[in-house]
């Protein structure tokens, strides 16, 4: 393993048969990859493309990428290197945290794009989604065939790992949450043919054409059918109630 501390000029000298380490002079990027190239833009970036296992961390961000292959693009400023934008490809799976929050989404391919006031991913699947808890465990679990996902562009912060999503379907989502005052735990399932997951001011997840949902264990048990659900959330993720608008047309 070589680690690479003096810019993004050594990846051009390093082997080609070497597992690859890059990190940032300012230690808040850092990039493990076997074969690649680099090519320098015009306007001074660096376009890195990589193969044979890619793993991307950004602490700043609280981002972390896994993937077969990637390409990514790298601005300098300074001893401050960020990833503007990453391509990655095959077997995708992206860790999301936000103190004490994180969020975990896989799919098979996956575009980030950086933000000054949100990060965005696009998806192509099957996407799959969760929200964890403190111990790890999974309190909303969402799968779709693709998506796009928005995201808090920092570490930082009360903010929610995800702060909105769209998966498209076919769909369904998992709710899971503990039970009060001493009662049983709940889960509710639904499915439909796309997913609205907000999580800005008063989360919620709207859920839309063919919806079933079921619950399956706790006060909500028994399978309701609708053209829309809105599902309303704590901010623990917790559901706390639900509503089915009126039909329009």
């Known amino acids: 393993m070589i680690l690479h501390r003096l810019g993004l000029l050594a990846l051009v000298l390093a082997s080609p048969g070497d597992l690859h380490v890059y990190l940032s002079q300012d230690g808040q990027t850092k990039l493990v990859f076997g074969p690649s190239r680099v090519d320098v833009q015009p306007n001074g970036d660096w376009l890195l493309a990589m193969r044979g296992g890619v793993e991307a961390t950004l602490k700043r961000q609280g981002l972390s990428v896994k993937s077969d292959s990637a390409t990514a693009l790298l601005h300098q400023k300074g001893q401050e290197t960020t990833v503007q934008k990453?391509?990655?490809?095959?077997?995708?799976?992206?860790?999301?945290?936000?103190?004490?929050?994180?969020?975990?989404?896989?799919?098979?391919?996956?575009?980030?794009?950086?933000?000054?006031?949100?990060?965005?991913?696009?998806?192509?699947?099957?996407?799959?989604?969760?929200?964890?808890?403190?111990?790890?465990?999974?309190?909303?679990?969402?799968?779709?065939?693709?998506?796009?996902?928005?995201?808090?562009?920092?570490?930082?912060?009360?903010?929610?790992?995800?702060?909105?999503?769209?998966?498209?379907?076919?769909?369904?989502?998992?709710?899971?949450?503990?039970?009060?005052?001493?009662?049983?735990?709940?889960?509710?399932?639904?499915?439909?043919?796309?997913?609205?997951?907000?999580?800005?001011?008063?989360?919620?997840?709207?859920?839309?054409?063919?919806v079933v949902m079921k619950g399956l264990s706790g006060p909500l048990s028994g399978t309701f059918h609708a053209d829309t659900v809105i599902l309303k959330l704590n901010e623990k993720g917790e559901e706390t109630g639900f509503e089915i608008p009126e039909r329009k047309g």
């Not at 000054?116 to 998806?123: I, K, N, W």
């Not at 989604?129 to 999974?138: E, I, N």
């Not at 498209?168 to 039970?179: E, F, I, R, S």
């Open 86 to 210: 990453l391509h990655a490809i095959g077997s995708v799976v992206i860790v999301k945290a936000v103190s004490q929050k994180k969020t975990r989404i896989t799919g098979s391919s996956a575009n980030y794009q950086a933000g000054a006031r949100e990060d965005r991913v696009d998806l192509r699947g099957p996407v799959h989604l969760v929200d964890m808890d403190s111990a790890g465990g999974s309190l909303f679990d969402a799968t779709g065939s693709s998506g796009s996902v928005s995201m808090s562009p920092s570490a930082k912060g009360k903010d929610n790992p995800v702060r909105s999503a769209v998966l498209h379907g076919p769909v369904k989502l998992t709710l899971k949450q503990a039970g009060k005052k001493g009662g049983p735990p709940s889960k509710m399932v639904a499915t439909g043919r796309e997913l609205t997951y907000n999580h800005t001011g008063l989360p919620s997840v709207t859920l839309t054409g063919g």
